[in-house]
């Protein structure tokens, strides 16, 4: 009923979409590299971060089970190709799980599905509850909350 009554002046754009896909895209390659750092850190490698020369070509190998792919030649003491698909693939689905999250919320917020002009319960405690009207009790019925009583 709200929506027939409003209209956006805005009209979608592609946009906002395409920074959406970019930014997943950009999250799940920084996924991987942070699965391929945390099994090289549990296998006693250290913090291994990849230069930014080789932050997406070093993609396909690190998912091959490499875990010095676009790491530099001193790289020692590094997982095996098991752990690093493993932690790869655990840090994947809770970024997925997080992206889930915050989309969720960002539709629930700003989505063309949201309800216009209704407060939240917050809002309405603050102007509606029972603290507020502990506090002006007085105003609402000065016969038994007056200060002067």
């Known amino acids: 009923m ?12 592609w946009e906002i979409p395409v ?3 970019v930014a997943v895209v950009l999250l799940l390659v920084l ?12 296998a006693g490698g250290g ?3 990849p230069s930014r020369d080789t932050l997406f070509t070093s993609v396909p190998g690190i998912l091959g089970g490499d875990a010095g792919a676009g790491l530099g030649r001193g790289a020692a003491g590094l997982a ?26 960002c539709l629930e917020r700003w989505g063309p ?3 216009h002009g ?3 319960r917050d809002e309405a405690e603050k102007l509606l509850g029972r603290s507020r009207l ?3 009790a007085a105003v609402v019925r000065p016969d038994l909350y007056a200060k002067g009583r």
């Open 113 to 115: 599905g949201r309800i």
């Open 80 to 105: 095996g190709s098991t752990a690093v698909r493993v932690w790869v693939a655990v840090v994947e689905v809770l970024f997925l799980i997080l992206t889930g999250w915050v989309s969720k919320v």
């Open 19 to 21: 920074a959406a896909v």
């Open 47 to 49: 913090l291994t971060l």
């Open 118 to 120: 209704m407060a939240t």
């Open 31 to 42: 996924g991987v590299h942070a699965g391929r750092t945390v099994a090289n850190l549990l």
């Open 2 to 13: 709200q929506r027939a009554r409003r209209t956006n002046p805005y009209p979608y754009t």
């Open 134 to 136: 502990r506090k002006v």
